[in-house]
């Protein structure tokens, strides 16, 4: 069965760091581009991060350029997201994502397989 599971998420000040992890198991993800996406309370579900199958390439939504950087160890099968510099509008349940082929996208539907989600919180 192929699953990925975040985990990493919690409740943390303002200006804070937390990093979330990705995990894969019944398939490895050298084969696939990931991403990661958040949603927040009544809101759609948005693009976050994204990096390439060789990690070479990388993209970031504008709301998050410079504070949050993606990276993976595809030797250990995981994917990483770390926040820094956290503000109360990144509050959300952060989703990664799997996307087969080499290039990363930052478009929902073109990635295949999903996490079920780790909550992050930035409240004082």
């Known amino acids: 069965q192929l699953q990925l599971v975040e985990s990493g998420g919690g409740l943390v000040q303002p200006g804070g760091s937390l990093r979330l992890s990705c995990a894969a198991s019944g398939f490895t993800l050298d084969y696939y581009a990931i991403g990661w996406f958040r949603q927040a309370p009544k809101k759609e579900r948005e693009f976050v991060a994204a990096i390439s199958r060789s990690g070479g390439t990388r993209r970031y939504a504008d709301s998050v350029k410079g504070r949050f950087t993606i990276s993976r160890d595809n030797a250990k099968n995981m994917v990483y997201l770390q926040m820094n510099s956290l503000k109360p509008e990144d509050t959300a349940d952060y989703y990664c994502?799997?996307?087969?082929?080499?290039?990363?996208?930052?478009?929902?539907?073109?990635?295949?397989?999903w996490g079920q989600g780790t909550q992050v919180t930035v409240s004082s």
């Open positions: 994502a799997a996307k087969m082929g080499p290039i990363n996208s930052n478009y929902r539907y073109d990635y295949t397989y």
